[in-house]
């Protein structure tokens, strides 16, 4: 047992901070998702560019500063995202607003290939969450401690905001029912500007967090992180909160058990002859999507809606 | 939709695809590759490629409203089966440097032995066809479980698709099939088309692409002139109607997703051809997003649409557009603002405009024909999508 | 009307994303930067420089052009058949990507290069091969160490040590300083260099006595791997990839107290590595390379001023003047090109392919000769140097040899 732990933990704190990344971008999926029905495909790249923001503005300006100033940049992001991009083609084909979400990311990909000249970017070092700490024998950077705490004290936050308030009542009402809540006065623009003020955010939380604990921007490092927290939505549910937090736990979970299966089983079998298994950690994640929708195409939390699937 | 069939334009048509393809096997003998000229022969080469991708996807989205997002997989799909059975025997064991290659087989050389060059045109073809073949088993394959499902959900399914067979094709385990995840060289290229008459060597190697292209699209047009093309478009209009009318909603899903599989498997085996490698991690799903973009530049639901589409993005992005990133461009020398990168900016925000703006695309749903054709009425303009406040 | 807010607000969006980079100095070079003006020239001879300016291999593909933008300052003419001919460096960027390779490598032959420089990374190397090959255009390969660039065929040729020699040298460094019973290779998938160097370092270390594991492009998250090194029971830890990711492989093994040296091929010669590993004292890193900072002092001086000459240089060079090996490799790319060029008589692609062979020039990096049956630089020493964690900069510990 006790070797059991020792091989398991590294692995296992590691996937609990990414899951605990990926769980802060999935809101920002499944709140859209939930009231728009739109896979808003730039939402990684959002992520990416908010760790550009971090990157050239912890060079001239102190951190207390920078970093709420991030979140105030992300947010105007992605509010200008929906006006641009999404609000025009309110009424267009589901499908047209989905490859307007597909040219906003390329976009923004190649505006970050264009400003940093295609290079790496060393993310700076936030005091204290990069620092190292020993968890029982493993050590790891305070992150990834951290992680899951913030992650689950800021999605009850959220679900207060949304059982809790008036305009969470109307962000209730615009995801049961677009049409009629409009008829009941609910101004949907607004609702709608503040699921994306929510979404990018908690994106800027987690691209802070992401970075400090894998510290590299490349105009591509919000793809990745962004289809698998979008996978992480439809596992939970698309559309439920909690949900979307319990799919980004497991993926990230799996997905570093994966990286280490080889080693873990050589662990426990003698004279395993390794299989590569490693190759397959990013398409776990998506064998696990097509399995969820094959055969519970609600997720685990989602509610039965006959227009989904 | 369609009027009476007129035999005239069919036959102009026809006239002018072959006017076309003459004009393009001129070029390729009198542009030589050290000519500044020659990018037009490369741009030819990946748009014919990226040409007949774009169609087959058209054809999934366009005409028959399924939206799939697992282009790139069939296409790597057919890149790989082609290379894997056109490799030099000679060169196999330096191209799996690293693993002891199972398939020894090699269609233009094993035909060659017995029918000379005309064995090593019908290899190829061979190959070709079986890249489409296979692509469109594993079609069928992931078509009976995601099918069911409908608009954005078969859109993530298929992405995921794309990415498992991307991961599978670069797994160790299967090297000696794949070659894991590094690159199949040394296959049959677009350069190793000629054609000898008595002592002139002509040369093919944007014809063939071209030719390629031209066949397999016109293939797909007389699919989607028949009676399952207008099935298909019956689905994509309403698919409860179309049931209610008696058309067998999966048997036609899967024709048009097996059908459009097997052409991006040829699309793949065109790309191995034209790049001269093939290698998984070429086969992003960045890649199905690019194909995507042509499509609706051109116009969803129109082939000629796609095909200029394709045309206008490769020519715009790898020729065109060069001076946006080395410092010229138009004469004007702004080497701060024209570096590296920028070319793909300025396209991005064109292809968003597009989007936004120009929904319908360059061509909407019409064909090249349509618009040589005197009408009354004109094409009703792209509606404006606000009716919200 | 909406239609222009919405205009509006995009070019804001826009403006706003181009503004946060403002201040980043140009990326890619001028093309005609540094051409020489000589004032009784024949007219101008293009050499074509093949390299990574973006993507994975950016950084190092920078740096190498660093040095042959060096060279040009220095001879910017060349006397070919008795007339002095105009050097002109032309610039392709292969953005580190198979499949973008072969039209960068046809945007130079359509410039009408007489020779081409590059690349860094083999692979790219590789993919464009049969471009130059078909339009009769020789290539000199600077960095590129995979066996398969120049195998083969008659139109690559290349002036640095291959992989099986470097794999076998640090397989043997391994084994002699640190007694290494156990080795954890890491390779990115796809990619022909780090599969390579990994796949000859086992072959010389024993396969049997190496655990072997590949990441998929666009990993971030390196923790697993390291663990996996830990739990392997592993003496050395040897992961040839770009420098891209071995920034983060260095910050994962710092965290996790890795706990054995990190062995690695000549990409990771790069101020990017010592800059990542600077401050963290449980990291011990070992590299193999091409030169040694002070090997030339003549050199090292005239590059560091030429570095500081120009912000722009300075940046592309990763912000400081360290000297990397693979900017002496450029440099010395540029004379072999030019003597090729001289002993050619000729402009002519085809005269300096054939004039190739036979060239010899005394390099900054030592004696380069090609081969008869490949073309590659007839090689036999590499040299170790180890990361001062302390100042970040390069120790010197040995020559070696197979």
Not at chain 1, 27 to 44: D, E, K, P, Q, S
Not at chain 2, 191 to 214: D, H, I, Q, R
Not at chain 3, 69 to 84: K, M, S
Not at chain 3, 111 to 137: E, H, K, M, Q, R
Request: charged share 15%.
């Amino acid at each position: 047992m006790a070797k059991f732990f020792s091989v398991l933990l590294p692995y296992i704190l590691s996937g609990i901070s990414v899951g605990g990344q990926y769980a802060l971008i999935a809101i920002g999926y499944t709140m859209v998702y939930g009231i728009l029905r739109l896979i808003n495909f730039a939402h990684g790249d959002v992520f990416m560019v908010a760790g550009l923001f971090m990157v050239y503005m912890a060079g001239s300006m102190p951190l207390y500063i920078a970093a709420p100033l991030v979140i105030v940049l992300t947010v105007a992001l992605g509010f200008c995202i929906e006006k641009v991009a999404y609000k025009p083609l309110r009424t267009a084909p589901r499908m047209s607003v989905m490859i307007s979400a597909i040219g906003v990311s390329y976009l923004l990909q190649n505006l970050a290939l264009y400003i940093t000249g295609g290079l790496n970017k060393t993310y700076p070092d936030i005091p204290w969450i990069s620092d190292n700490v020993q968890v029982f024998g493993a050590t790891t950077k305070w992150v990834t401690i951290i992680t899951p705490f913030l992650t689950i004290a800021l999605v009850i936050a959220l679900v207060l905001l949304i059982n809790h308030t008036k305009v969470g009542m109307a962000m209730r009402a615009v995801a049961k029912d677009f049409e009629t809540s409009q008829l009941m006065g609910i101004k949907i623009n607004n609702v709608i500007s503040m699921t994306f003020v929510i979404g990018s955010a908690l994106a800027a939380v987690g691209s802070m967090l992401y970075f400090s604990n894998y510290p590299g921007v490349v105009p591509t490092s919000g793809a990745m992180p962004g289809l698998k927290a979008f996978v992480a939505a439809v596992f939970g549910g698309i559309g439920s909160i909690p949900g979307a937090v319990i799919g980004a736990f497991v993926i990230g979970i799996c997905e570093s058990l994966i990286k280490g299966l080889d080693t873990i089983i050589s662990a426990f079998v003698p004279g395993y002859a390794a299989l590569e298994l490693a190759t397959f950690s990013d398409a776990f994640t998506f064998a696990l999507l097509i399995i969820i929708l094959v055969f519970k195409p609600t997720g685990l939390f989602g509610e039965k809606a006959t227009d989904k699937v | 939709m369609q009027k009476k069939k007129n035999h005239g334009k069919t036959f102009a048509g026809l006239v002018a695809i072959v006017c076309f393809l003459a004009v393009v096997l001129v070029l390729d003998q009198i542009i030589q590759p050290t000519d500044s000229m020659a990018m037009l022969l490369k741009v030819l080469q990946k748009a014919s490629v990226y040409a007949l991708a774009a169609v087959s996807l058209n054809l999934l989205t366009g005409f028959t409203g399924l939206f799939s997002l697992g282009h790139a997989g069939f296409m790597l799909i057919g890149a790989y089966t082609y290379a894997i059975f056109t490799i030099e025997p000679l060169q196999r064991d330096v191209v799996y440097q690293y693993y002891d290659a199972a398939i020894r087989v090699s269609f233009p050389q094993m035909l060659a032995q017995h029918l000379g060059g005309l064995g090593t045109v019908l290899g190829v073809i061979l190959a070709i066809l079986l890249a489409g073949a296979v692509a469109a088993l594993l079609g069928w394959l992931i078509g009976l479980p995601v099918l069911r499902l409908k608009s954005d959900y078969l859109a993530i399914a298929t992405l995921g698709f794309a990415e498992v067979i991307r991961a599978v094709f670069q797994w160790g385990k299967l090297g000696p099939v794949t070659n894991g995840s590094n690159p199949l060289k040394s296959f049959v290229r677009i350069n190793s088309f000629k054609l000898t008459l008595g002592g002139t060597t002509l040369s093919l190697s944007t014809f063939v692409p071209v030719l390629l292209a031209v066949v397999c699209i016109a293939v797909i047009v007389l699919l989607i002139n028949s009676s399952y093309g207008r099935a298909f478009k019956a689905i994509r209009e309403n698919e409860i109607a179309a049931e209610a009318m008696g058309i067998n909603l999966a048997r036609h899903k899967m024709l048009a997703f097996c059908t459009s599989s097997f052409f991006a498997g040829v699309a793949g085996a065109g790309m191995a051809m034209v790049l001269g490698i093939a290698q998984a991690n070429n086969f992003k799903s960045a890649m199905t997003y690019e194909i995507l973009l042509m499509v609706v530049l051109g116009g969803i639901g129109s082939v000629t649409g796609s095909v200029i589409g394709a045309t206008l993005f490769i020519a715009a992005s790898e020729w065109w557009l060069r001076g946006l990133d080395s410092g010229t461009f138009l004469g004007i020398n702004a080497p701060d603002i024209f570096r590296n990168g920028f070319r793909l900016v300025v396209f991005s925000i064109v292809i968003m405009i597009v989007v936004l703006f120009f929904r319908r695309g360059i061509m909407g749903d019409k064909e090249l024909p349509d618009l040589f054709r005197r009408r009354k009425k004109t094409p009703s303009k792209a509606k404006g999508g606000q009716s919200h406040g | 009307m909406k239609k222009m807010i919405a205009l509006l607000l995009a070019l804001v969006m826009v403006l706003g994303l181009a503004a946060c980079g403002g201040d980043e100095p140009a990326a890619s070079a001028d093309p005609n930067n540094n051409s020489g003006n000589n004032g009784d020239v024949a007219g101008t001879v293009k050499i074509g420089v093949f390299e990574p300016q973006s993507g994975d291999n950016g950084a190092g593909g920078k740096q190498e052009i660093l040095g042959m933008q060096y060279a040009n300052t220095l001879t910017p003419t060349v006397e070919i058949g008795g007339q002095t001919y105009a050097v002109e460096l032309t610039y392709a960027d292969n953005q580190s990507s198979n499949d973008k390779a072969p039209s960068a490598a046809q945007t130079l032959i359509s410039a009408g290069v007489s020779v081409v420089l590059g690349s860094y990374g083999s692979g790219v190397s590789i993919a464009a091969s049969d471009t130059f090959g078909d339009a009769g255009v020789p290539a000199i390969g600077v960095t590129c160490t995979n066996p398969q660039v120049t195998a083969g065929n008659s139109h690559y040729f290349r002036i640095c040590f291959l992989d099986p020699f470097q794999g076998t040298v640090l397989a043997n460094f391994a084994k002699d300083q640190f007694s290494a019973a156990k080795a954890y290779c890491l390779a990115k998938q796809g990619d022909d260099y780090s599969v390579g160097l990994c796949n000859y370092f086992m072959k010389a270390f024993g396969e049997a006595d190496c655990v072997y594991e590949t990441f998929p492009e666009g990993t971030s998250d390196y923790s697993s791997y390291v663990t996996n090194a830990k739990n392997q029971g592993c003496d050395v830890f040897f992961a040839p990839v770009s420098t891209e990711a071995a920034a983060l492989i260095i910050d994962q093994a710092a965290t996790q107290d890795l706990g054995m040296p990190m062995l690695a091929g000549d990409t990771w010669d790069s101020n990017v590595i010592t800059g990542a590993a600077q401050g963290k004292s449980n990291v011990d890193l070992y590299v193999t390379t091409f030169y040694q900072e002070g090997g030339n002092p003549e050199f090292d001086a005239g590059f560091k001023a030429f570095l500081n000459s120009d912000s722009t240089y300075l940046t592309n060079n990763g912000g400081n003047d360290m000297i990397a090996a693979v900017s002496v490799m450029g440099y010395d790319a540029y004379y072999v090109a030019l003597e090729a060029l001289k002993a050619a008589g000729s402009t002519d692609p085809a005269a300096v392919m054939a004039a190739l062979p036979g060239v010899t020039f005394d390099g900054v990096s030592g004696a380069i000769a090609f081969d008869a049956e490949n073309g590659d630089a007839v090689r036999d020493v590499a040299y170790v140097k180890h990361c001062v964690t302390e100042t970040g900069s390069w120790e010197f510990v040995a020559q070696q040899g197979v």
